[in-house]
């Protein structure tokens, strides 16, 4: 991975913090934590690097783990398993949303599991994903 696409990844993950822990705008979160907002925006957007003294200021702001504000979701269970990074992305994603969001989540995992299985079972039938997954 390149620095340019992790610090792109790492903004977009402290924007959805943002946004989740209700700070509608990059503005209102960057005068709570005591940054200046062009600083702040440089950051979200992927466009500054960061040091670590600023990356701790953000995580006590937004109350979450360093770890949480990278968007590496670390455990030894998971470190187990070869946790790819869209795993761990879909993980966050659902700990990050309402229970109603949750249960949408898991719905359309399941959805697109089985027709993975499906597809995989039957691969003579042409189209049998791309329709079910334009009628899901």
Same mark, same amino acid.
């Given at each position: 991975?390149?620095?340019?696409?992790?610090?792109?990844?790492?903004?977009?993950?402290?924007? *959805?913090? +943002?946004? #989740?822990?209700?700070?509608? #705008?990059? !503005?209102?979160? !960057?005068?709570?934590? @005591?940054?200046?907002?062009?600083?702040?925006?440089?950051?979200?957007? @992927?466009?500054?690097?960061?040091?670590?003294?600023? !990356?701790?200021?953000? =995580? $006590? =702001? *937004? /109350?979450?783990? *360093?770890?949480?504000?990278? @968007?590496?979701?670390? #455990?030894?269970?998971? =470190?187990?398993? /070869?946790?790819?990074?869209?795993? @761990?992305?879909?993980?966050t994603?659902?700990?990050?949303?309402?229970?109603? +969001?949750?249960?949408?989540?898991?719905?359309?995992?399941? $959805?697109?599991?089985?027709?993975?299985? /499906?597809?995989?079972?039957?691969?003579?039938?042409e189209?049998?994903? =791309?329709?079910?997954?334009? #009628?899901?």
């Amino acid at each position: 991975m390149t620095e340019d696409t992790l610090r792109k990844r790492i903004g977009k993950n402290i924007q *959805l913090l +943002r946004k #989740s822990a209700g700070f509608k #705008s990059a !503005a209102a979160f !960057a005068e709570h934590a @005591g940054f200046e907002t062009s600083r702040y925006t440089e950051y979200e957007q @992927g466009r500054r690097s960061m040091a670590f003294d600023a !990356a701790w200021r953000i =995580a $006590d =702001a *937004l /109350n979450c783990s *360093l770890d949480t504000l990278g @968007g590496r979701e670390w #455990s030894p269970m998971a =470190a187990q398993q /070869n946790q790819t990074p869209e795993e @761990g992305e879909l993980i966050t994603c659902y700990r990050q949303s309402t229970e109603k +969001r949750r249960s949408k989540i898991l719905e359309t995992a399941r $959805d697109q599991a089985e027709l993975s299985q /499906n597809q995989a079972a039957a691969p003579e039938i042409e189209g049998l994903e =791309a329709d079910q997954v334009r #009628s899901a």
